[in-house]
């Protein structure tokens, strides 16, 4: 058989082995289970960590001490980031429930303000009568659920806030090389390395819900790492060359990096709402045990919270001094209307000018003066003239 022959006769050959290959994964019946095939993997479902979930689940002794309601609300992604292809958002956008995910693993008590359609249906349901009561029996008609005044828990407190960044190539490096013979036909290869760092970011708030005040404001990002390694070699054999290559390549997963951030916000807004001890738990934030901040992080924050609180202190001695130094102002201004006792009688006022016409006159400049600054009469209510008084608490 002549090389011509041998190459059309292989073609056929190589697709009739495919086809019978293939047969025995995919058949155009389907089997008793209802299936054309079997689906690959075996992997199990298991529940979804973060190194601060186990510290999550240690607070749940302190916060059933407590019974504070928490909502949700939005927690959205704010960075804008679409794929290329237009196929969707870069991030996760159910970072609000992942932080119910949190402060269940925590113990604390959640009412749903996320989701209220299905409640708010119930309710039209029951307006109309047409919902019957939870003692209703299967068979005949019952009597029609009521609504009762105060019958849904309101919230103490509420989390809101939203994904805020995402970085790309924050830093990256890489290397790589080509080698081999010099001749036409020899050997050649080649390999590269390359390492890349992304992060994303994320701000949380904790509202008090009967007075709207903030009470807890954490900013919080994740750096995230991802590599590639690749090596080829190509090489002629006689009448044939081969073209082999291999690689690995890895990136930390995103959305993971946004449910840790989400937790460890989670962990220590509900350690300071509780007020749950630093070293309660072994992954707490404040102790040497945290999975994932470094020996720097502490340092840095512990000596800053220090001097802010000294700061602080001082601007409060400060502030004392400050009425000291109003009453000097305030006995320099009495100064001037004493009668000096070495001034001589000529320096007083004319007997022509009665005291009655005087005080006239300075009554009409007060008023012209309060015609040109109408909101005069707030900056001298101490009777000093010093500017606006007040402060927001």
């Keep these: 058989m002549t090389s011509r022959g041998r190459k059309y ?7 009739i082995a495919a086809g019978i290959a293939l ?4 058949s155009t019946e389907p089997d ?26 240690c607070m749940t002794g302190y916060t059933m001490q407590r019974p504070l309601r928490v909502a949700v609300g939005q927690i959205a992604d704010y960075t804008g980031k679409n794929e290329s292809d237009n196929s969707g958002r870069k991030l996760t956008q159910g970072a609000a429930l992942m932080a119910m995910s949190a402060l269940s693993k ?16 119930e309710l039209k349901y029951a307006n109309n009568k047409l919902i019957g009561g939870s003692d209703q029996p299967q068979n005949g008609p019952g009597d029609y659920r009521r609504i009762m005044a105060g019958s ?18 924050i830093r990256s490096q890489g290397a790589n090389g080509d080698g081999g013979q010099t001749t036409t036909n020899g050997i050649k290869g080649s390999a590269s390395a390359s390492l890349y760092v992304m992060n994303v970011g994320l701000d949380l708030r904790l509202v ?31 009448q044939t060359f081969f073209d082999a290559s291999v690689g690995e390549s890895a990136l930390e997963p995103i959305q993971l990096a946004v449910r840790s951030v989400v937790e460890r916000a989670v962990l220590e807004m509900t350690s300071r709402l509780y007020r749950i001890p630093a070293n309660a738990c072994a992954s707490n934030l404040d102790t040497e045990a945290d999975p994932l901040a470094d020996a720097s992080d502490r340092a840095r924050r512990q000596p800053a919270q220090a001097v802010t609180y000294q700061a602080e202190a001082s601007q409060a001695r400060s502030y004392q001094a400050e009425p000291s130094q109003t009453r000097t102002y305030q006995s320099q201004t009495q100064q001037p209307y004493q009668a000096p006792a070495s001034q001589p ?30 909101y005069r009469w707030y900056s001298n209510a101490d009777a000093n003239g010093s500017g606006l008084r007040g402060g927001v608490n």
């Design 345 to 374: 009688a000529p320096y007083q006022a004319p007997a022509e000018q009665p005291a009655p016409r005087r005080t006239a006159m300075k009554q009409e400049n007060v008023n012209d003066q309060a015609r040109q600054d109408p």
């Design 208 to 238: 008090d819900t009967n007075t709207l005040q903030v009470v807890d404001v954490i900013s919080y990002q994740k750096q995230i790492i991802g590599h590639q390694i690749q090596a080829g070699v190509f090489d002629f054999m006689g």
């Design 32 to 57: 008793q289970t209802g299936r054309y095939t079997a689906p690959i993997g075996g992997s199990p479902v298991i529940s979804n960590e973060t190194p601060y979930s186990t510290a999550l689940r």
């Design 152 to 169: 849904i828990p309101g919230s103490d407190y509420y989390l809101v806030g939203g994904i805020t960044e995402l970085n790309f190539n």
């Design 106 to 121: 925590a113990g604390v008590r959640l009412v749903e303000r996320f989701d209220t359609s299905v409640a708010e249906m």
């Design 9 to 15: 006769l292989t073609r056929p050959i190589v697709l």
């Design 23 to 26: 047969s025995g994964c995919i």
